[in-house]
């Protein structure tokens, strides 16, 4: 039983090349999130999914695009890398609306470096 | 001003000491407060939760928060090496969707 898992672990592109990170889980969770974790900032939002086919802006989402065709794959292409995408990414899922009980669980993030 | 806020630290302190981890937040509607904790290369992992006001105890840890100065707590006792890790505060926000983080504090404990 995986969970939720994310591929590629570490990346190094180009600037200017389009990447997609992937994320899949396998609790049928309907709340899916991107996020990206850099020094002094935290973890920032990027986007996140309702359910299939449902996606919202989060915090910081110029410069990427995701999709949601099936419930347990939410991936988040760069669509042109730029040395500020430099970051560790961590996907999420959630089972419903945040609540006692309710955990939202982490991947263990790709980092991804641009040159 | 940002939703909340979180000495970055580092923090050092040796093994069996008592650690106070803090957060402020901005919205005093905020009723959902987590703690997660995070070790070097590895995701977020849920520590703790409260909701609404007061102090919620699992072992060694406590959470607490004071809605009055809008401020939250993570207290953990005796100390441990294996505590060592990078401790993030979280706020419930956007109707429930969203989680809002702080900024991590990373703790290390020393033999």
């Given at each position: 039983?995986?969970?939720?898992?994310?591929?590629?672990?570490?990346?190094?592109?180009?600037?200017?090349?389009?990447?997609?990170l992937m994320c899949h889980q396998?609790?049928?969770?309907?709340?899916?999130?991107?996020?990206?974790?850099?020094?002094?900032?935290?973890?920032?939002?990027?986007?996140?999914?309702?359910?299939?086919?449902?996606?919202?802006?989060?915090?910081?989402?110029?410069?990427?695009?995701?999709?949601?065709?099936?419930?347990?794959?939410?991936?988040?292409?760069?669509?042109?890398?730029?040395?500020?995408?430099?970051?560790?990414?961590?996907?999420?899922?959630?089972?419903?609306?945040?609540?006692?009980?309710?955990?939202?669980?982490?991947?263990?993030?790709?980092?991804?470096?641009?040159? | 001003?940002?939703?909340?806020?979180?000495?970055?630290?580092?923090?050092?302190?040796?093994?069996?000491?008592?650690v106070s981890l803090n957060c402020?937040?901005?919205?005093?509607?905020?009723?959902?407060?987590?703690?997660?904790?995070?070790?070097?290369?590895?995701?977020?992992?849920?520590?703790?939760?409260?909701?609404?006001?007061?102090?919620?105890?699992?072992?060694?840890?406590?959470?607490?928060?004071?809605?009055?100065?809008?401020?939250?707590?993570?207290?953990?006792?005796?100390?441990?090496?294996?505590?060592?890790?990078?401790?993030?505060?979280?706020?419930?926000?956007?109707?429930?969707?969203?989680?809002?983080?702080?900024?991590?504090?990373?703790?290390?404990?020393?033999?």
């Open positions: 039983d995986a969970g939720i898992t994310q591929s590629p672990r570490y990346k190094i592109t180009e600037t200017g090349r389009q990447v997609t396998t609790w049928s969770h309907s709340y899916m999130f991107w996020y990206r974790q850099d020094l002094g900032h935290g973890l920032r939002l990027i986007y996140y999914s309702a359910a299939a086919d449902i996606t919202d802006k989060g915090e910081v989402p110029d410069g990427y695009v995701v999709s949601r065709s099936k419930t347990e794959n939410f991936p988040l292409t760069l669509e042109s890398a730029t040395r500020s995408q430099t970051s560790v990414y961590f996907c999420a899922s959630r089972r419903g609306l945040a609540s006692p009980g309710n955990e939202q669980y982490f991947g263990p993030g790709t980092r991804l470096t641009v040159t | 001003q940002k939703e909340v806020e979180q000495d970055p630290g580092p923090l050092s302190v040796p093994e069996g000491a008592i402020t937040y901005s919205n005093s509607a905020f009723q959902y407060f987590m703690w997660y904790r995070q070790y070097s290369r590895k995701g977020p992992e849920l520590l703790m939760y409260t909701y609404s006001s007061g102090n919620k105890e699992d072992g060694r840890f406590t959470a607490q928060v004071d809605k009055s100065s809008k401020y939250i707590s993570l207290f953990i006792r005796d100390s441990q090496p294996s505590d060592s890790a990078t401790y993030l505060c979280a706020i419930l926000t956007g109707g429930g969707n969203k989680l809002t983080f702080g900024t991590g504090t990373q703790l290390k404990v020393e033999l």
